[in-house]
């Protein structure tokens, strides 16, 4: 399928260039206003943006230079596709994060006082910029057992003589980040009610961890287990990935008494996909940094997060907690609706907003359409397969699981062999088409990550996609 429209290719991509804002700082405006706010005149380090004459990048799409297809984001803020897409004012942060060189060290632990002030963190809590929240659950828990001592810091993952390295968790809230904690060295104990709780503590226990997305399923619930870990003088650690908005749990859960919380960057915070948020009591937050780059030879040398992104997150969560929510969503309702307008001429009606403003991650309204069968043949799984299928930019990505890919298993049938990868717990591949229990007429997707501009593509390809639909 070809996406019919006024857009080429490059003309498309840099139409959606412009749509994000230009980023050229004029050296002129740049030296006046460091005159007027009294500061350094700007430095060669990190200049304004400059065009790219030649080489990768000099056709203006980077994408058909490598041969790969962009997508319009209907799916949400899935890792496997990107993520978020940032603003431009925290493009800028980036690009004025590299003027200078820094002591990361130094820059983390500024960092995250700011955040705690930003954030409304308890007394005795900060944050630390990580490399996403993957990164913040090694190094978080890497600090845990290794406190300040540079033989264990050195040690992990081995963990021999360590006295406390096992991590108590409901089996409800296993999930595929909890290899994050098991990768320091700790060992998770499963645990189903309060008393197994409760008679798993002994003198190796560390911590109690908590999966926040999954924290509805299980039968401790929050307060029982902040209870538990504080009258047996346990850490705990809260994976709220996901969990924002609402903005507020930003500093809701720290206040509740977590030792630590993580929350993801490059979800709605709209950060770089590779930073994440670790906002905990001072201690912990001290041992995790001692636990990660830019110092050498720790388990979680790898978790490196550059002086650039660092700054670039510190805005995006500026933006994301200053919102005014009301305003955004009724942002994401106005796309929704230029694209109810253009289809409703085929007897295709959109249905009630769904939105739970308090639900367990990835809280965004979710908009979907209905088929009249009774006017046309096709179906939502169709359309969705349809938009997926379009060229030269994707509309979303049907098949694109939330896990990524899939190594073989030796050990399994043949039947699935034949089957190809698994999706994950979780998959949002196909942005809501097709998805089980649902009107088989209908299809949906989320409006929170396209961009200004986007919603006028998507409905002029779903007018060709209908257009061209058989008649009942």
Known sequence: MNLKSALGRRSFLSALSAMTGGLLVPSQAADAAAKKTKVAPRSVDGSPIVPITSGLGSTGDIYAELGVTPIININGTVTVIGGSVMAPEVMELMRQGNQHFVLVDELEVAAGKWVAKLCKSPAGYTGLITAGAGAALVVGYAGMMTEDLEPRIKACPDVTGFPRTEVIIQKSHRYPFDHQIR?????????????????????????????????????????????????????????????????????????????????????????????????????????????????????????????????????????????????????????????????????????????????????????????????????????????????????????????????????????????????????????????PGRDPNSFGFAVWQIKDGEDKIIADRLVEIFSQAPKA
Request: proline share 5%; glycine share 14%; hydrophobic share 35%.
């Open 183 to 435: 990768q320091t060295g700790a060992t998770l104990v499963e645990v189903e009610t309060k008393e197994q709780m409760i008679n798993a503590i002994n003198p190796k226990t560390l911590a109690i961890h908590w999966t926040n997305i999954q924290s509805n399923g299980g039968q401790v619930n929050a307060e029982d287990t902040l209870a538990i870990a504080k009258a047996h003088n346990l850490y705990t650690f809260n994976d709220a990935a996901a969990d924002v908005p609402p903005v507020e749990r930003l500093w809701t859960y720290p206040a509740q008494g977590w030792d630590m919380v993580t929350w993801s960057g490059g979800k709605d915070i709209k950060g770089p996909q590779g930073s994440g948020l670790l906002i905990g009591k001072e201690d912990l937050i001290h041992y995790a940094l001692l636990n990660m780059s830019p110092q050498e030879d720790r388990v979680g040398r790898p978790c490196k997060i550059g002086k650039e992104t660092i700054f670039a997150f510190l805005k995006a969560l500026e933006m994301f907690v200053n919102q005014n929510y009301d305003d955004t969503l009724k942002t994401y309702d106005a796309r929704a609706q230029v694209i109810t307008d253009a289809v409703k001429k085929f007897g295709v009606t959109a249905n009630p907003r769904e939105f739970n403003p308090n639900a367990l991650g990835n809280v965004t309204p979710r908009y979907s359409w209905t088929i009249d069968p009774a006017k046309l043949k096709i179906t939502g799984q169709e359309v969705m397969q349809k938009l997926a299928d379009t060229r030269p930019v994707a509309i979303g990505s049907m098949g694109a699981g939330a896990s990524g890919l899939r190594g073989r298993d030796p050990n399994a049938d043949a039947n699935a062999q034949q089957g190809g990868g698994r999706g994950g717990r979780g998959g949002r591949g196909g942005g809501g088409g097709g998805r």
